[in-house]
């Protein structure tokens, strides 16, 4: 395995590991949120070239921006309810 390999590996894991984190809090719950994600990184396992692995991390790292704005604007609908009724 070269340098580049377990960068390109570690990055992946991270990712895979913080989008995980993320669907504790998924609507439909975590089982069917974890069962999709992996199905989702297991289909990309065949990759070997570089530029398609950082192509995918890209996407995964848009895929978790999207996910964070969701539960923020979820929040910020809560507080804004609580306060607005005040």
């Known amino acids: 395995m070269t340098a ?4 390109l590996r570690h990055q992946v894991i991270t990712i895979y590991k913080e989008l995980l984190y993320l669907g504790r809090e998924y609507p439909l719950g975590y089982d069917y949120y974890r069962t999709r994600l992996h199905k989702a990184f297991a289909s990309q396992q065949h990759l070997t070239d570089e530029k398609k692995i950082k192509e995918g991390i890209e996407r995964a790292e848009y ?10 604007l979820k929040r910020y609908r809560a507080l804004r309810q609580r306060y607005d009724k005040v």
């Open 4 to 7: 580049i390999n377990r960068t």
């Open 63 to 72: 895929v978790k921006k999207e996910i964070e704005a969701l539960y923020y």
